[in-house]
Structure formats: C-alpha cells, structure tokens
C-alpha cells in the first residue's frame, strides 16, 4: 500500500507492505535520532535472517519506507 502526502511543500511517498518487496528497493537504512544511511549488503543478509528467523517462530511484519518526491507545479 502506498500514499503521496503533501507534508509542507514536499511531497512524499510512505509505503508498506511484504518486507521482502520493500526491502528489494530500498538504498538507505532508518537509524536511532533520525538519521538515516546507506543499507548495505551486510544490512540485507541481516535483516533476510532476522525476518526468517522470525517467521519460524510464527511472527509476522511489515516493512515501511517513504521516499521524497519532486513536487510537480500546480495549476491554478
């Protein structure tokens, strides 16, 4: 499922879905404070193990990203 937002002047992109198909295209990572940082192959065999490894325990999830997008000019 996604949704365009207009927050302010942006707008932006917020998903979620099977972390299996989000994952797939994301290219940074959320970490603690509101940072954010590339999501590395390391970050992907990771997260693969823990969503499996979860799964086996009968735990499902949802992934979520957002994306910023050009905000396209208005007619008035």
């Given at each position: ?37 590339v ?12 969503i ?25």
């Amino acid at each position: 499922m996604s949704t365009v937002d207009r927050i302010g002047d942006r707008l932006h992109v917020h998903v979620k879905g099977a972390p299996e198909e989000i994952l797939d295209r994301c290219t940074r990572i959320a970490c603690p404070a509101g940072a954010d940082r590339v999501f590395t192959g390391s970050d992907r065999e990771f997260t693969a193990n823990l969503i499996r490894d979860w799964a086996r325990e009968g735990l499902r999830l949802l992934a979520v990203a957002e994306r910023d997008l050009d905000a396209a000019p208005t007619r008035d």
